[in-house]
Each structure stands twice: as C-alpha cells, then as structure tokens.
Nanobody
Framework: QVQLVESGGGSVQAGGSLRLSCSGSGDIDSSYCMGWFRQAPGKEREGVAIINSYGGTDIVDSMKGRFTISRDNTKNTLYLQMTSLKPEDGGMYYC???????????????????????WGQGTQVTVSS
C-alpha cells in the first residue's frame, strides 16, 4: 500500500504563489508516476501536472509557464510550484501515484485519472481576485 499526504494549500490573491507538497510512504519508489489533480466544485477531477518514472513531465496547457512539478525520489516527495495564480486555478488539489507497468520499472500514465491507484486526501487552493 501507498500513503500520500498533501500540504501547502491555502488562500492567496490573484498573482500570488503557493507550493504544494506531497509526502509518500509505504510501497512507493521512483518507478511510480506521481501527479497533481484538481477538482473544482461540480466538475470532474482533472490532471494538472504529472511526472513519470524517468522524470518526464506534462502540465495542462492552461497552467504551462506558471506551474512547475518536481519530485525528490530520496524523500518520495512530490512538489507543485504554482505562480501567477488565477481565480480559475482554485479547487481541491489531490496528489496521486500510479504504479509501474507490470514487470517493469516504468510508469507513463500521463494525466489519465483512471491510471492512478493511490490518492491523498487533498488540499484546498483558493485564489481571490
């Protein structure tokens, strides 16, 4: 099993910055994909930014250039640096981990929610105009 705990959410004004962290424990290592997903009220959960086993990243177009995802494999910790925040960036942000492909050490789940098996409890991000 894998446990994920997010931190760093909060309320900021438009143009501000936040840094989210996700600490992983249990049966998780660098072969897992990790990512940040957002769910706004009344909307489906969507992939914001992910990082695969080899360190490749993918960030949703609306946040490219403003958000940066990174991971520290020595600490099993995932980060999301968010800058120039906009009100529409707000929502509940979830950290997730996806296992590697069967009998491999590689995960390339992309931003597909269904491919992530383990989820944190979420951290709220609110951006006021």
């Amino acid at each position: 099993q894998v446990q994920l705990v997010e931190s760093g959410g909060g309320s900021v004004q438009a143009g501000g910055s936040l840094r989210l962290s996700c600490s992983g424990s249990g049966d998780i290592d660098s072969s897992y994909c990790m990512g940040w997903f957002r769910q706004a009220p009344g909307k489906e959960r969507e992939g914001v930014a992910i990082i695969n086993s080899y360190g490749g990243t993918d960030i949703v177009d609306s946040m490219k250039g403003r958000f940066t995802i990174s991971r520290d494999n020595t600490k099993n910790t995932l980060y999301l640096q968010m800058t120039s925040l906009k009100p529409e960036d707000g929502g509940m942000y979830y950290c997730a981990a996806g296992p590697p492909l069967f009998l491999t050490d590689y995960c390339n789940a992309g931003r597909d929610v269904s491919k992530y098996k383990f989820w944190g409890q979420g951290t709220q991000v609110t951006v006021s105009s």
